[in-house]
């Protein structure tokens, strides 16, 4: 069964760092492109990052880029969103998705067919 799973999410401070993982059982994350999106509560889903199948090429959206950077570890079947300068507004539930056909990665919800369950990330005093 092919399955993503986050950790690593939590109360931090505004200003503070997080770190979340996205790991992957099932199947080998080496072919696809992983985006990071967020939710938070009353607002639309909104892709943060991606990170490209190599680890070559990566994006981020205006609201994080800066702070947020995606990185991978093939070999651990891992993809991470290290997240700096943590704001109350990007108080979220965080997303891991898949790109299931080999392409370049996008922000772009519709382009993921694999999706983990999602981290909390609360940024407060």
């Known amino acids: 069964q092919m399955q993503l799973v986050e950790s690593g999410g939590g109360l931090v401070q505004p200003g503070g760092s997080l770190r979340l993982s996205c790991a992957a059982s099932?199947?080998?994350?080496?072919?696809?492109?992983i985006a990071w999106f967020r939710q938070a509560p009353g607002k639309e889903r909104e892709g943060i990052s991606c990170?490209?199948?190599?680890?070559?090429?990566?994006s981020s959206a205006d609201s994080v880029k800066g702070r947020f950077t995606a990185s991978r570890d093939n070999a651990k079947n891992t993809v991470y969103l290290q997240m700096s300068s943590l704001k109350p507004e990007d108080t979220a539930v965080y997303y891991c998705?898949?790109?299931?056909?080999?392409?370049?990665?996008?922000?772009?919800?519709?382009?993921?067919?694999?999706w983990g369950q999602g981290s909390q990330v609360t940024v407060s005093s």
């Open positions: 099932g199947f080998s994350l080496s072919f696809h492109a």
């Open positions: 990170i490209s199948s190599s680890g070559a090429s990566t």
């Open positions: 998705a898949a790109e299931p056909y080999g392409r370049p990665c996008t922000l772009e919800s519709a382009s993921y067919n694999y």
